[in-house]
C-alpha cells in the first residue's frame, strides 16, 4: 500500500470527483467523519391551522420540502424519528396575524423530544399584529 500526501486534488473535468470503484471499501483515519449525510428534513403547514385558546395543539406540518432518509412522518404524528444516533439542529417558524376583535394575549412555541418539552418561546401579542418568530433548538 501506497501513501499519497497532496494538498489538493481536483477533479479532471472540474465536475466531480471519484474515490474509489463501486464495492470498494474506504477507510478514514480515526475520528474522520466519512458522512454528513444524517437524516434530515424540512417540514411546513400547507394551509392554516385553527388553534383553541389556553390548549397546546401540536401543528400538521404535512408538506415535505424533502426527506432523506424517510424519517419524518407528515400524516399523522408529524413528528421526525431518526435512525441514526447524533446530534440534530431542530428550528420551528410560527405565524400568526391579529383577527379583528379576538383577545389575543400571548404566542408559546414549543419543540419536544420524546414526548418531553426541551425548548419554549414566547411573544407577548397584546395590541400587536404579528408576523413571525422563530425557535432554534440543537438535540
Same mark, same amino acid.
Given at each position: 500500500m501506497a501513501t499519497l500526501f497532496v494538498d489538493k486534488i481536483?477533479?479532471?473535468?472540474g465536475t466531480s470527483l471519484e474515490i474509489g470503484s463501486s464495492g470498494d471499501t474506504i477507510t478514514t483515519a480515526t475520528g474522520?467523519?466519512?458522512s454528513f449525510?444524517?437524516?434530515?428534513?424540512?417540514?411546513?403547514?400547507?394551509?392554516?391551522q385553527t388553534v383553541t /385558546?389556553?390548549?397546546?395543539t401540536k401543528i400538521q406540518f404535512?408538506?415535505?420540502? =424533502?426527506?432523506?432518509? #424517510?424519517?419524518?412522518d407528515n *400524516?399523522?404524528?408529524?413528528?421526525?424519528?431518526?435512525t441514526v444516533a447524533g446530534k440534530y439542529f431542530v428550528y420551528a417558524v410560527?405565524?400568526? /396575524?391579529?383577527?379583528?376583535g379576538a383577545n389575543l394575549d400571548q404566542?408559546?412555541? =414549543?419543540?419536544?423530544? #420524546?414526548?418531553?418539552?426541551? *425548548?419554549?418561546?414566547?411573544?407577548d401579542a397584546r395590541g400587536n399584529t404579528l408576523g413571525s418568530f422563530v425557535l432554534l433548538t440543537q438535540l
Open positions: 481536483d477533479p479532471q473535468s474522520a467523519k466519512p449525510l444524517y437524516p434530515a428534513f424540512e417540514a411546513f403547514l400547507s394551509s392554516n /385558546d389556553n390548549t397546546t404535512n408538506s415535505e420540502v =424533502f426527506d432523506t432518509d #424517510n424519517c419524518y *400524516s399523522t404524528n408529524y413528528r421526525f424519528t431518526p410560527l405565524g400568526s /396575524d391579529t383577527i379583528a404566542l408559546n412555541l =414549543f419543540i419536544y423530544k #420524546n414526548g418531553s418539552e426541551i *425548548s419554549q418561546s414566547k411573544i
